[in-house]
T-cell receptor, first 118, second 111 residues
């Protein structure tokens, strides 16, 4: 398998524009996470899905952020409108099962999308 | 909400030294703990996974231990090499099936 695939790898956009980040989890993985990484705050959990259903979106910083998982092989994280403080690296990760189901489940990360909002 | 702390924030050692990285978490009701490595500008690579019922896991020169009741884990790296230079992150799988990270330890191994 190619692993978790994120696109684009880099995105530069102007303040106020809509940004859509994309993630393709490992085939067969039921669990998907979105994280944001900054120097100041480290890796923050934004939202996670189980079987395409959002489980907890309490980490989404503002209503400007939204995430969807229309099917098992694709998820998007959208920011509308974007602001300079949204500049960060956004990671997607997937795992085969949640640990409630299989204890030794392991998470695999994509290479991230580096977002710069100017 | 689970809080994960890693100490030290940065560490610089000469090649060949054995070293220990520390991770602590506030809620001991966890499923697993996973250690990752992150190279600059790259994604996260999984190193070791310890289930809540286990005390330690080993992979090559790496050994991770877990003391769930006290909310602590350590990552031991034996005979460090310059190629070990990276940021090491611990992540805790909580009872909500979420996975939360510490801020990481930035390791530099000098030749």
């Amino acid at each position: 398998d190619a692993g978790v695939i994120q696109s684009p790898r880099h995105e530069v956009t102007e303040m106020g524009q809509e940004v859509t980040l994309r993630c393709k989890p490992i085939s067969g993985h039921d669990y998907l996470f979105w994280y944001r990484q900054t120097m100041m705050r480290g890796l923050e959990l934004l939202i996670y899905f189980n079987n395409n259903v959002p489980i907890d979106d309490s980490g989404m910083p503002e209503d400007r952020f939204s995430a969807k998982m229309p099917n098992a092989s694709f998820s998007t994280l959208k920011i509308q409108p974007s602001e300079p403080r949204d500049s960060a690296v956004y990671f997607c990760a997937s795992s085969l099962y949640p640990p409630l189901k299989v204890l030794n489940t392991e998470a695999f990360f994509g290479q991230g999308t580096r977002l710069t909002v100017v | 909400k689970q809080e994960v702390t890693q100490i030290p924030a940065a560490l610089s050692v000469p090649e060949g030294e054995n070293l220990v990285l520390n991770c602590s978490f506030t809620d001991s009701a966890i499923y697993n703990l996973q250690w990752f490595r992150q190279d600059p500008g790259k994604g996260l690579t999984s190193l070791l996974l310890i289930q809540s019922s286990q005390r330690e896991q080993t992979s090559g020169r790496l050994n991770a231990s877990l003391d769930k009741s006290s909310g602590r884990s350590t990552l031991y790296i034996a005979a460090s090499q310059p190629g070990d230079s990276a940021t090491y992150l611990c992540a805790v799988w909580g009872n909500n099936n979420d996975m939360r990270f510490g801020a990481g330890t930035r390791l530099t191994v000098k030749p």
